[in-house]
């Protein structure tokens, strides 16, 4: 059993698990939290975890995970890790069932105190506009032909469309598409599963939000973003539904055939690969490309109906607005990308699950408006408290292949929450303090409690104090949409 004090302090905010920890580990465990945060990952199978991802061949540097880090499917939720091209792996689980979970950031210059009395029915419209909950139907079926434009197109489709902007598309990572999707390599039954789930929100920690921004801490940071203190924002978090859950769940089943083929020996077989350049691995990715390049399309529809919502409420009233976009980030993703490790360039394939990407300034990936800052790095709390945007930093390029948190990380399984938590209570006790709640399901609500989730203050202390994330913005939620 691993306790604290197996763990190394490297500098504050950053612990070390050496790869002489476990005789099959082949690399080193970094974890990036304070003491209290470290005890947190201890209390679930988080750590055993990171340990197996360290054991798999052909790793380019140490596994990292995040202080949101929380136990997932094979690799935790907060974790990073990079494989080499030649004889490394590429993972379903590494990845996630959600591809491309993601955050979408738009900014206004509605001031709170002069739209607060219509936020009840702003949010009420943004309810029934943004289809949420579990195997919710969106508002543009598509025929399976229409599916694969947008698996190849990703955003670059709803801009063709008609329901997205220029600024929309530059302002999103990879600008909303992925390219080398392949359609072909996702099978029919997540087709099936996709075809009529564009532009819906889901269910679980998925969320549409209206927030105000609450502090700023990054001046010139917050200018270039769109974000002045006392305004409204809107976050958007959802994935690539039913679809990319669909594609996780086949390729872990056909890769356990993979595993055997290639003779790679695992410590846990939810963590099932295949060599990243082999035609199983390479199919994989075609298919995580055309779930992540759907999810990018599915933000942008809800950004979409979310401007229709704003129209219809505060445009009925004469009130000018607009939903400029600051960034839309994703997390749950596996990349080629080339980051310097033991002092040499390599190109590697980065899986960040529950992490997000967080570039430091000077990447010419980023739009020109944040080339020199670094990329806009978005953390959601959890429901009813702060989220923060934060910039990526070049100690995020030097410690953890340019990634940060994602968000708040549970500390209370769902079926805990539920147990514990009365989804009627705790609509009640978040109305009161002044958070208007539109939800489905009230049971759904109590999985996602403040209390299900760790401090995310804390969460945001460590990774800026560890130096791969620098603070912007806080927001606080007045109104929350969730399936």
Same mark, same amino acid.
């Given at each position: 059993m691993t306790v604290k004090h197996d763990f190394q302090k490297v500098k504050e905010f950053l612990w070390e698990l050496p790869a002489s920890h476990r005789e099959d580990m082949q690399t080193a465990v970094w974890i990036v939290a304070d003491d209290e945060l470290l005890e947190d990952a201890l209390g679930d199978l988080s750590v055993e975890q990171a340990m197996n991802v360290a054991s798999l061949p052909g790793l380019a540097g140490r596994v990292v995970v995040m202080p949101d880090v929380h136990q997932g499917y094979g690799m935790p /939720?907060?974790?990073?890790? !990079? &494989?080499?091209?030649?004889?490394?792996?590429?993972?379903?689980?590494?990845?996630?069932?959600?591809? =491309?979970?993601?955050?979408? #950031?738009?900014? %206004?210059?509605?001031?709170? @105190?002069?739209?607060?009395?219509?936020?009840?029915? #702003? &949010?009420? *419209?943004?309810?029934? =506009?943004?289809?949420?909950?579990?195997?919710?139907k969106g508002s543009i079926p598509l025929s399976t032909e229409e #599916?694969?434009?947008? +698996?190849?197109? $990703?955003?670059?489709? &709803?801009?063709?469309?008609?329901?997205? %902007?220029?600024?929309?598309?530059?302002?999103? @990572? @990879?600008?909303? +598409? #992925?390219?080398? !999707?392949d359609p072909q390599q996702v099978s029919p039954r997540a087709k099936e599963r996709g075809r009529g789930q564009l532009g819906t929100l889901g269910a679980g920690n998925h969320f549409l939000e209206v927030d105000? *921004?609450?502090? /700023?801490?990054?001046?010139? !940071?917050?200018?270039?973003?769109?974000?002045?203190? $006392?305004?409204?924002?809107?976050?958007?978090?959802?994935?690539?539904?039913?679809?990319?859950?669909? /594609?996780? %769940?086949?390729?872990?089943?056909?890769?356990?055939? &993979? *595993?055997?083929?290639?003779? /790679?020996k695992l410590p846990d077989r939810e963590l099932v690969c295949a060599p990243v350049e082999s035609p199983e691995g390479k199919a994989y990715m075609g298919a995580m490309k055309a779930a992540a390049n759907f999810a990018f399309a599915n933000r942008q529809l809800l950004a979409f109906h979310a401007r229709r919502s704003f129209e219809e409420v505060l445009g009925a009233k004469g009130v000018r607005w607009e939903l400029t976009q600051v960034y839309d980030i994703a997390h749950n993703m596996a990349k080629i990308e080339t980051h310097t490790i033991s002092g040499r360039k390599e190109k590697v394939c980065v899986h960040r699950k529950g992490a997000t990407r967080a570039f430091g300034p000077g990447f010419e990936g980023l739009p020109p408006v944040y080339r020199a800052l670094g990329q806009p790095v978005l953390v959601p709390g959890s429901m009813g408290t702060a989220s923060w945007v934060l910039l990526g930093t070049q100690g995020s390029m030097e410690l953890s292949y340019g990634s940060c948190c994602h968000g708040a990380g549970r500390v209370m399984s769902r079926a805990q929450a539920k147990r514990e938590i009365r989804g009627e209570k705790l609509r009640s006790e978040l109305e009161h303090q002044g958070v208007r709640i539109r939800t489905g399901s009230l049971p759904g609500l109590a999985e996602e409690a403040p209390r299900a989730y760790k401090d995310v203050d804390r969460v945001i202390a460590a990774v800026c104090g560890a130096g791969i994330g620098k603070k912007v913005a806080r927001l606080r939620p007045v109104a929350v949409i969730k399936g």
């Amino acid at each position: 059993m691993t306790v604290k004090h197996d763990f190394q302090k490297v500098k504050e905010f950053l612990w070390e698990l050496p790869a002489s920890h476990r005789e099959d580990m082949q690399t080193a465990v970094w974890i990036v939290a304070d003491d209290e945060l470290l005890e947190d990952a201890l209390g679930d199978l988080s750590v055993e975890q990171a340990m197996n991802v360290a054991s798999l061949p052909g790793l380019a540097g140490r596994v990292v995970v995040m202080p949101d880090v929380h136990q997932g499917y094979g690799m935790p /939720i907060g974790g990073v890790m !990079a &494989a080499k091209m030649d004889g490394g792996m590429i993972s379903p689980g590494a990845v996630g069932y959600d591809i =491309n979970c993601g955050v979408r #950031l738009l900014s %206004t210059s509605l001031v709170w @105190e002069e739209v607060e009395s219509l936020i009840s029915d #702003l &949010a009420t *419209v943004l309810y029934h =506009n943004c289809p949420s909950g579990v195997g919710e139907k969106g508002s543009i079926p598509l025929s399976t032909e229409e #599916l694969d434009r947008v +698996c190849r197109e $990703g955003s670059r489709w &709803a801009l063709r469309k008609g329901y997205a %902007t220029r600024s929309d598309v530059e302002r999103t @990572e @990879e600008e909303g +598409c #992925l390219e080398g !999707a392949d359609p072909q390599q996702v099978s029919p039954r997540a087709k099936e599963r996709g075809r009529g789930q564009l532009g819906t929100l889901g269910a679980g920690n998925h969320f549409l939000e209206v927030d105000v *921004v609450d502090q /700023i801490f990054d001046g010139n !940071a917050a200018a270039a973003m769109g974000l002045r203190e $006392g305004n409204l924002a809107l976050q958007i978090h959802c994935g690539s539904r039913g679809f990319g859950h669909q /594609i996780c %769940t086949d390729y872990v089943q056909s890769f356990q055939s &993979a *595993v055997k083929r290639y003779g /790679i020996k695992l410590p846990d077989r939810e963590l099932v690969c295949a060599p990243v350049e082999s035609p199983e691995g390479k199919a994989y990715m075609g298919a995580m490309k055309a779930a992540a390049n759907f999810a990018f399309a599915n933000r942008q529809l809800l950004a979409f109906h979310a401007r229709r919502s704003f129209e219809e409420v505060l445009g009925a009233k004469g009130v000018r607005w607009e939903l400029t976009q600051v960034y839309d980030i994703a997390h749950n993703m596996a990349k080629i990308e080339t980051h310097t490790i033991s002092g040499r360039k390599e190109k590697v394939c980065v899986h960040r699950k529950g992490a997000t990407r967080a570039f430091g300034p000077g990447f010419e990936g980023l739009p020109p408006v944040y080339r020199a800052l670094g990329q806009p790095v978005l953390v959601p709390g959890s429901m009813g408290t702060a989220s923060w945007v934060l910039l990526g930093t070049q100690g995020s390029m030097e410690l953890s292949y340019g990634s940060c948190c994602h968000g708040a990380g549970r500390v209370m399984s769902r079926a805990q929450a539920k147990r514990e938590i009365r989804g009627e209570k705790l609509r009640s006790e978040l109305e009161h303090q002044g958070v208007r709640i539109r939800t489905g399901s009230l049971p759904g609500l109590a999985e996602e409690a403040p209390r299900a989730y760790k401090d995310v203050d804390r969460v945001i202390a460590a990774v800026c104090g560890a130096g791969i994330g620098k603070k912007v913005a806080r927001l606080r939620p007045v109104a929350v949409i969730k399936g």
